[in-house]
């Protein structure tokens, strides 16, 4: 794939309640295969790909993605991942407005307070 240059890294952390999918989102990413029956993460897991963009002369990059927890007693440890993270993504569930109301109200205050600046968000 690339040649002897080093592949840049870039650190990527799905955020969200607990069952909101962060971890489907990856399967299906990495494996195209999604589990409705997926059981909710109870640690960190972290992923890594490389992706290959035929439109900019086969430029290869690495994917780190951390697939954080979501439940309410593991919230203080989501700050840990963070951390030189160049992206961060927002998941909640569209069929339970609590997971989009904490989105709102918790975590995206808890990337503004505790990621790095120039860490890639949108509204």
Do not use: H
Not at 11 to 27: F, P, Q, S
Not at 94 to 123: C, G, H, L, R, V
């Amino acid at each position: 794939m690339a040649d002897k240059q080093k592949i840049p890294r870039y650190k990527i952390v799905l955020i969200g309640e607990a069952g909101v999918g962060k971890t489907c989102i990856i399967a299906k990413y990495f494996v195209q295969d999604f589990d409705e029956d997926t059981a909710s993460t109870t640690s960190p897991v972290f992923t890594s790909k490389d992706v290959q963009f035929k439109e900019y002369g086969d430029k290869v990059i690495k994917l780190d993605i951390w697939d954080t927890v979501g439940q309410e007693k593991f919230r203080s440890l989501a700050k840990i991942f963070y951390k030189d993270a160049c992206a961060a993504i927002l998941v909640y569930d569209i069929t339970k407005k609590k997971t989009y109301n904490e989105i709102k109200n918790y975590w995206y205050k808890e990337i503004q307070n505790n990621a790095a600046k120039d860490i890639s968000t949108s509204k």
